[in-house]
């Protein structure tokens, strides 16, 4: 009933940039959050930044200054910029929205399916 769809994930060599895209849609009344999470090989998946429908952000302190998250309200689509990329930020990137599908029901949580990003020389 609602998709994330994740895309931008490659691989890049150290110090490159990479943008992630992730678009939600299907039976979407409102969107409190979008964020993306990531999980490296052998560990948990961890948030890596988060904004709010009022554009309040919020950043892992090992992305600040070197990662930028942003969305477009209109399209229901949050992107995340990294740049300064290092090969401990290798991992599945993962999607999650906070929305809800009518006015007066639950807070829901949606994730997408997640992308890859491979920081290697």
């Known amino acids: 009933q609602v998709q994330l769809v994740e895309s931008g994930g490659g691989l890049v060599q150290p110090g490159g940039s990479l943008r992630l895209s992730c678009a939600a849609s299907g039976s979407i009344f409102s969107i409190n959050a979008m964020g993306w999470f990531r999980q490296a090989p052998g560990k948990q998946r961890e948030l890596v930044a988060t904004?709010?429908?009022?554009?309040?952000?919020n950043y892992a302190e090992s992305v600040k200054g070197r990662f930028t998250i942003s969305r477009d309200g209109a399209k229901n689509t949050v992107f995340l910029q990294m740049n300064s990329l290092k090969p401990e930020d290798t991992a599945v990137y993962y999607c999650?929205?906070?929305?809800?599908?009518?006015?007066?029901?639950?807070?829901?949580?949606?994730w997408g399916r997640g992308t890859l990003v491979t920081v290697s020389s």
């Open positions: 999650n929205t906070e929305m809800k599908m009518r006015p007066l029901g639950p807070l829901l949580g949606v």
């Open positions: 904004i709010t429908s009022g554009g309040s952000t």
